[in-house]
């Protein structure tokens, strides 16, 4: 009531409240969760889980954070209040809730935005042993903990953080396996350098376990080149032996889901059975994803290593569905690689959506029109493909078809309802592209199938004028005989010189018109 006085927020008769400015707004939430925690708040009415699970964690809510940040750094929040909250945590993190598209948990969040505070009076609190363990361990989508973005954010800007010093005091409370736990998924990844290892070591010299721990886990990490060689090597003797030194069970694990520089996995790298068998027995995710996002199925389609490992992967119930970082589904892959047995179990699976597209557009037909896989494209348009979509540059399958210089089905695609003269981003039309690549076999067969040649591209580029500027007498001359075009039709587009080339090569038997 007193912000809408002074004209800072607007209401109308059923109580609906719009800001004048976002950060107004986001203050006054801020705020009232403040008196909220503190209970103080005239209306304790509050959706405890969506605090937790939205405010704290999605990208929208960052002002909101930043502010309550301010706040908490002299709140005393209420016990009543707390016991909620912890309470909303268990319940968010069993239903999957306080993790974000990007990986990111609260604590990430809170890291990467600097909320010292809500850290250490917030979050820290409302987090029980196991959850503290689950959430600090929890690795985003690069493949990075909440503590190890604050350790590589030390080392790259040579600060000083405390936020270090609030997550190493609330380990050393925690069990030797829980803080175990959480500095394995923190520190055994490809991004750990020499320098991030000693910048923990040094702060945690005071608490013996942890530090303990991290030397045990310095020893543990020499192994990953050797093991990362042995998968890419498929030298499963020397891989085994490497999994069988670790004596405790949980960094072998984290030392068997050990990923390269792109994300990786040796269920990625290796084109062994044994060794895929021997990682999915030490727990390694049989559809985990790579920087490109790719499954090890979708990657070993992609990098051609053939039907036996594809069918290992589908026996153990890999996922084949699973698209990239570009949208780009198993099937495309495998429409480009051609193993025939492999695209016969696709279109044997059930699971295929013939009209799904790439986040370019592209769609499997327009794949398939690029090779040689002329059954997959009969397959494709029995099943209701789209013959007409286009992808981001315009482009149909029949286009993709004539661009990958591929004659066999030109014709066949048009009478299945091709647009043979659509046109790409260019204004191009696929007779105007191939006259002007000089594909002349192409250009012949497109002017069967009744082309347009009286379509100009977006420059104005006309395919007659083109045609003879190349001296293609016979080809116009073939446009003339099927009716595509007249000299009357060309009048206003010719110049003399063309005209006179027309009659003398195209039009021998026609006097000129004076």
Not at 168 to 189: D, P, Y
Not at 243 to 264: M, P, S, V
Request: hydrophobic share 40%.
């Amino acid at each position: 009531q007193e912000l809408n006085k002074v004209g800072l927020v607007q209401s109308n008769h059923v109580g609906d409240i719009s800001f004048l400015h976002d950060s107004l707004r986001d203050y006054f939430v801020a705020h009232f969760i403040y008196l909220w925690l503190e209970n103080k708040a005239a209306n304790n009415v509050w959706d405890v889980k969506y605090f937790i699970a939205h405010i704290l964690v999605r990208p929208l809510h960052k002002g909101i954070r930043m502010f309550l940040n301010c706040h908490l750094q002299s709140a005393k929040i209420a016990v009543t209040v707390l016991n909620a909250c912890k309470g909303a945590v268990s319940e968010s993190l069993k239903q999957n809730e306080l993790v974000c598209d990007d990986g990111n948990t609260f604590f990430h969040t809170a890291v990467e935005e600097r909320l010292d505070f809500e850290v250490g009076r917030l979050l820290m609190e409302v987090t029980s042993e196991d959850s503290f363990t689950e959430l600090l361990s929890k690795r985003n989508n690069n493949q990075k903990t909440a503590l190890f973005l604050i350790i590589e954010n030390i080392h790259e800007h040579h600060i000083k953080s405390d936020m270090l010093k609030l997550f190493l005091e609330k380990m050393s409370f925690l069990s030797t396996e829980s803080t175990k736990i959480i500095l394995l998924s923190t520190l055994f990844t490809s991004h750990t350098i020499e320098e991030h290892l000693e910048i923990i070591s040094q702060n945690a010299s005071c608490y013996n376990i942890i530090s303990e721990t991290i030397a045990k886990i310095r020893k543990s990490l020499k192994q990953k080149d050797a093991f990362l060689e042995a998968c890419a090597l498929n030298k499963f003797k020397d891989l085994k032996l490497i999994l069988e030194r670790e004596r405790d069970k949980e960094t072998r694990k984290h030392l068997a889901q050990i990923t390269n520089g792109f994300k990786e996995t040796g269920l990625h790298i290796t084109s062994s059975k044994e060794i895929l068998q021997l990682l999915l027995d030490h727990g390694v995710d049989i559809n985990t994803r790579d920087h490109h996002g790719l499954t090890p199925l979708a990657r070993a389609i992609k990098n051609d290593k053939g039907t036996e490992i594809f069918n290992f992967f589908v026996s153990k119930s890999a996922d084949i569905t699973l698209t990239d970082t570009f949208g780009n589904a198993p099937f495309l892959h495998a429409i480009k690689q051609g193993n025939s047995d492999i695209l016969r179990y696709f279109m044997k699976s059930g699971q295929i959506d013939v009209n799904q597209c790439n986040v370019f557009s592209a769609t499997f037909l327009m794949a398939a029109c690029r090779t040689e896989n002329d059954g997959v494209v009969r397959w494709l348009l029995d099943k209701g493909a789209d013959i007409n979509a286009v992808d981001l540059g315009n482009l149909s399958a029949l286009f993709h078809r004539v661009k990958s210089n591929r004659s066999k089905l030109i014709k066949f695609l048009k009478t299945k309802g091709a647009n043979v003269n659509i046109q790409d981003g260019y204004g191009n039309t696929p007779l105007l592209y191939s006259i002007k690549k000089s594909n002349w076999n192409m250009v012949n067969l497109l002017v069967d199938i009744h082309s347009d040649p009286s379509i100009c591209n977006n420059i104005g580029q006309h395919p007659v004028k083109i045609l003879i500027e190349k001296q293609k007498a016979g080809i116009i001359e073939k446009i003339f005989k099927v009716g595509l075009a007249t000299l009357s039709d060309l009048q206003d587009v010719l110049g003399k010189s063309e005209t006179e080339y027309l009659y003398k090569y195209v039009l021998k038997d026609v006097v000129p018109i004076t």
